[in-house]
């Protein structure tokens, strides 16, 4: 019967470009996640919500900060990354690779990135300028080589205990809080060192879990972190209690009248979402557990637009 014969054929010629298709269409959208997360754009997406919690607690009107520092994170960190390929090797091998294939290019985009982001800051005045360039400066001191004058025993700040998740926390935190208060000449209220003190202890606990994954290559090359000198578990208990003391800074807000009850709520979900993604701190894959805790800030934005919603 030649008629369903052919049919037969067509069915099956039809399924197989069918899962040809799907096949492509599964492998691009790998290839277009693992570029997200190896160059370091969704952490420029975070950033960004980041800026927009920050003007939303401060009541600021909208402005280019969440941009700038969009762009600024993508620069920093991808420059970060490039300067340690070698190093990811060991503790995150499918990203070494990633940006070793892409060096050239992403050495392009990370300094267009910069330089746009410097030009758009130029439009908020000296203030902003300034603040747009503190993370790079920061980077600098951060990974450079000039710790040897200070400490023979040390190369980079970025070696030495606490104070390396510290300083990128206070560049974060500052950026973050100042360069959205500079482009609105908004004035510092006690809000606004509320809003720092938040950003700095998060940021604090967003550097220190990635460093549970790295602790073969940070030890290999001698970088101090809480997991490589205290272990997993003392990790764990250290973040709780910077939660548990974030916690307090927002409860203190709420009674000093420098927070809104129902922003500190939201602020309050993410806080309890940050508790669970410690507790899982060497009980489930590390890379996996890296992403989610700098998903926090959309829990939190998506509870700050819920609370926004209801009043």
């Known amino acids: 019967m030649p008629h369903e014969s052919n049919r037969a054929s067509d069915e099956y010629g039809t399924t197989g470009r069918t899962s040809r298709i799907v096949e492509l269409l599964t492998t691009q959208g790998e290839r277009a996640g693992n570029a997200l997360v190896y160059s370091s754009a969704y952490l420029a997406a975070i950033a960004m919500a980041e800026v927009a919690i920050a003007m939303v607690l401060l009541s600021l009107p909208p402005n280019p900060a969440p941009v700038v520092v969009g762009l600024v994170t993508f620069a920093v960190y991808t420059n970060d990354r490039l300067a340690d390929v070698d190093t990811d090797a060991v503790s995150d091998p499918d990203r070494s690779a990633f940006v070793r294939r892409h060096r050239g290019a992403l050495y392009v985009f990370a300094s267009a990135a910069y330089g746009l982001a410097v030009a758009i800051s130029v439009l908020g005045g000296p203030v902003a300028l300034a603040v747009t360039l503190l993370p790079g400066a920061f980077w600098v001191a951060y990974a450079a080589d ?27 935190a500052t950026t973050l809080t100042a360069l959205p208060v500079a482009f609105t000449d908004a004035a510092v209220t006690p809000a606004t060192a509320v809003v720092f003190a938040y950003f700095l202890l998060r940021s604090f606990v967003d550097t220190e879990i990635p460093n549970v994954g790295d602790v073969e290559a940070d030890r290999a090359i001698d970088v101090a972190t809480l997991p490589v000198a205290f272990g997993v578990p003392a990790t764990r208990r250290a973040l709780y209690g910077v939660d548990l003391l974030t916690v307090g800074l927002v409860a203190g807000a709420v009674s000093g009248g420098a927070l809104r009850v129902e922003f500190a709520v939201a602020l309050g979900v993410g806080l309890a979402y940050s508790l669970v993604v410690t507790g899982l701190l060497g009980r489930v894959d590390d890379d996996a557990l890296a992403l989610a805790s700098e998903c926090e ?6 509870a700050l637009i819920g609370s926004l919603l209801l009043v």
Do not use: D, F, G, I
Request: a positive charge; charged letters at 10%; aromatic letters at 10%.
């Open 146 to 172: 000039w710790v040897p004058s200070v400490a023979p025993t040390l190369r980079r700040l970025k070696q030495v205990l606490v104070v390396n998740s510290l300083v990128v926390a206070l560049a974060w």
């Open 297 to 302: 800030y959309l829990v939190v934005a998506t």
